[in-house]
């Protein structure tokens, strides 16, 4: 039967989500997208084919419907866990979205809101915390966890056994070395190469990376990476031979 898929925030990420929904049906009909919900766009607008169905609030209009989180941009990543809080849609109700043609481990986790893009790859004993979202060619190595609401630009390539904390912004073709600590709220400037921590809320550019001098993304706003979302990442997912996780 199909699931019916609301996507919040009218914005660029979801030309990601949409792919994935799209690649996802081809092999097995599973979602059909209602539409969007978004405060910036006024109710029976439309973005990329799609109605916008009202503003965020009216989340408790679509009891029935699952949900997806494509909100968050270099300037708005820090607000992520706490904008899918304030929505009141428990946790269950966010979908989690794998492109069929990602390979993720059979023995990674995916939390609820995650969804993994075209051509990424998640290696094992990898933990992908609630809400985190991979834009396409995305790899993340073994072992590496994600903290919760972090987003994650094309080509970036985490390394084993790195931590990236909660609310996180890692930019377009980053890398990050292994063992490193990537504080919550941070963000990894396009390009840099990350071989040192980084700190809570810290902004780093360049290779190797060193902290943004210019911080003209405005001061960090920290939020606490204590949410109830779930960092524990218990969802098992199903194994490669099944070509489609979702
Ligand atoms: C680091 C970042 C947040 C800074 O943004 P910003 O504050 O708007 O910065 P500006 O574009 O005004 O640039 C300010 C200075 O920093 C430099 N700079 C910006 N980003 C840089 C980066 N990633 N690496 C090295 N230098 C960078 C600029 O060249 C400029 O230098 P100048 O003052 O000598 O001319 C941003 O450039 C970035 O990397 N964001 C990630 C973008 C991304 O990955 N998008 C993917 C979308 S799918």
């Known amino acids: 039967m199909m699931q019916s898929l609301i996507i919040l925030g009218a914005s660029c990420n979801a030309h990601d989500v949409l792919d994935i929904v799209e690649a996802i049906n081809l ?3 599973k979602w059909h997208v209602a539409g ?5 766009f006024a109710r029976c607008d439309r973005f990329l084919g799609f109605d916008v169905l009202g503003p965020i609030a009216a ?19 820090r607000d ?5 809080l304030e929505t009141g849609i428990p946790i269950s ?4 979205l794998v492109h069929p043609q990602a390979n993720v481990s059979s023995r990674a986790r995916l939390g609820l809101g995650v969804y993994v893009s075209f051509g990424c790859c998640v290696g094992g004993g990898a933990a992908l915390s609630d809400g985190v979202s991979l834009a396409p060619r995305v790899v993340i190595g073994h072992d590496t966890k994600i903290g919760c609401g972090t987003i994650i ?22 890398s990050v070395k292994q063992y490193i600590r990537v504080g919550d709220n941070a963000l990894v400037g ?25 911080n003209v993304v405005g001061e960090p706003e920290i939020v606490s990476s204590t949410t109830t979302l779930n960092s524990n990442v218990s969802i098992p997912i199903p194994t490669m031979t099944e070509g489609v996780r979702q």
């Open 27 to 29: 092999v097995q009909p």
């Open 36 to 40: 969007f919900l978004d405060d910036n």
């Open 59 to 77: 989340v408790h209009d679509f009891q029935n419907h699952m949900f997806i989180n494509c909100i968050g941009s270099q300037s708005s990543h």
């Open 80 to 84: 992520r866990s706490r904008l899918m």
């Open 93 to 96: 109700k966010y979908a989690t």
């Open 153 to 174: 630009a094309p080509g970036v390539i985490v390394s084993g056994f790195a931590h990236i904390g909660a609310n996180c912004y890692l930019g377009a073709a980053c």
């Open 190 to 214: 396009m390009g840099a190469v990350v071989t040192r921590h980084v700190q809570d809320g810290e902004i780093v550019v360049g290779n190797p990376a060193r902290t943004f001098q210019r």
